[in-house]
């Protein structure tokens, strides 16, 4: 193989992965400017960012409401909220809510998730995330969020 078509081959092979693995054709304008922070397809790997992939789309919308009318204060996310109309908010949230959530390679210590589950039962967490904290509505899902943002919002509040 001549070295230009083997580079085109490969050219082809990554840019038909691409839309094959996350019908990248149908990304709103608007969620690739996402990505740069909450990770493709909103599957963060910065543990201060959290991933949107598979987040209740109702969530996502009010957020970023807030976020736009002040409610909520963040100097990295509120000046990205600026241009956004409400169907914009919509579009993305839900596209976002769509995506699936990878699995993380972080290992909870199972003594600690056993006495996290028993404060959470405690405390009736469930009462308004659901089980498995799957969340619901505009009450978030928590399961699978990056573990320094948990702790990071849980502080905030
Ligand atoms: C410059 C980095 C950056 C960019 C770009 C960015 N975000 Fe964020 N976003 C953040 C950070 C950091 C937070 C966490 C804020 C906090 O700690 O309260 C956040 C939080 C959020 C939340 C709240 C999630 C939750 O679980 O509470 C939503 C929703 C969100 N971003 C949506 C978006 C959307 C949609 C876009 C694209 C239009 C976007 N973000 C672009 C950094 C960014
Ligand atoms: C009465 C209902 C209710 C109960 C009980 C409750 N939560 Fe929440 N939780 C919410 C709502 C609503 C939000 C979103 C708040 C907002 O809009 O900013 C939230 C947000 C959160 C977030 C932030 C998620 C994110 O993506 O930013 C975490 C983490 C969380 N809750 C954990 C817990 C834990 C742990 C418990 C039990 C100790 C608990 N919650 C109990 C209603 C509840």
């Keep these: 193989m001549k070295p230009i078509s083997f580079f085109s081959a490969v050219v082809f092979t990554f840019l038909l992965s ?88 972080f290992k909870a210590d199972p003594e600690k998730a056993k006495k996290g589950m028993a404060k959470a039962d405690e405390t009736l967490c469930a009462m308004c995330h659901l089980g498995e904290f799957k969340g619901q509505n505009e009450i978030p899902k928590v399961a699978g969020q990056n573990y320094d943002y948990i702790i990071k919002s849980l502080k905030d509040f």
């Design 18 to 105: 691409l839309f094959s693995l996350n019908s990248f054709a149908q990304v709103p304008a608007k969620a690739a400017s996402c990505f740069g922070c909450h990770g493709v397809n909103g599957n963060s790997v910065m543990p201060n960012t959290p991933s949107l992939a598979g987040q209740n789309s109702r969530y996502i919308y009010l957020q970023l409401r807030d976020f736009q009318e002040g409610r909520r204060d963040n100097a990295m996310m509120t000046p990205m909220t600026a241009g956004l109309s409400r169907d914009d908010m919509r579009e993305l949230a839900d596209y976002f809510s769509k995506q699936s959530l990878t699995s993380k390679s």
